[in-house]
């Protein structure tokens, strides 16, 4: 089965929904933009639940940028879940996308963070579950790029979610979506 997919262009920490995906970073200890909102909005409980599970993940340590260990990190389009906190949700998965660079990224790598969060979804029951454009802020992610892998990954996902709602924060990223669904 796959999911009916949706369209909202607004704040995804306004969003009802079983599960709300946050574009995390790999410390999971929260950031800018997608991940500081819902990190801000949902409270610490939210907070309190990933430093627990950044502490029990066996994946690869994170080192600062002098090559110092800092602690472990959820690898590039793994994804895991944690309460929603005061969000209206009742869960919050967290998926580290890919850094799209000069020379391009890995799109397999964008994909898994769909087919990992939808994964995930099932594993927690959650029947509706709010995307954002993962990848596309501070790690610039071409957004029609960005938009295509996500429609043609969660269509092409056999999944229990009835809804896939993906929650685009401003015009050209709600009109790139909409060229993808067509």
């Known amino acids: 089965m796959t999911a009916t997919i949706t369209l909202v262009q607004g704040d995804i920490t306004r ?9 995390a970073n790999s ?3 929260g950031g800018g933009g997608v991940d500081g909102a819902i990190h801000r909005r949902g409270g610490p409980e939210i907070l309190a639940e990933c430093r627990a599970l950044r502490a ?4 690869s340590r994170l080192r600062s940028s002098g090559g ?3 602690g472990r990190g959820l690898p590039t389009g793994q994804a895991v879940a944690t309460t929603a906190g005061r969000l209206d949700a009742r869960w919050v998965i967290h998926t580290v996308g890919p850094v799209h660079q000069a020379s391009g990224g890995d799109p397999a790598l964008l994909a898994s ?7 995930v979804a099932d594993e927690l029951g959650a029947r509706t579950v709010a995307f954002p454009a993962i990848s596309t802020g501070v790690y610039r992610w071409p957004m029609d790029d960005a938009a295509r892998i996500a429609v043609e990954t969660v269509r092409d996902t056999p999944t229990a979610v009835e809804e896939v709602r993906f929650v685009l924060f401003d015009d050209r990223a ?3 979506f909409v060229r993808q669904l067509g």
């Open 68 to 70: 110092t260990p800092i």
């Open 174 to 176: 709600y009109e790139a």
């Open 27 to 29: 410390s999971l200890l």
């Open 113 to 119: 963070c769909y087919r990992e969060a939808l994964r």
């Open 15 to 23: 969003q009802s929904a079983d599960a709300i995906v946050n574009a």
């Open 56 to 59: 029990s993940l066996p994946h």
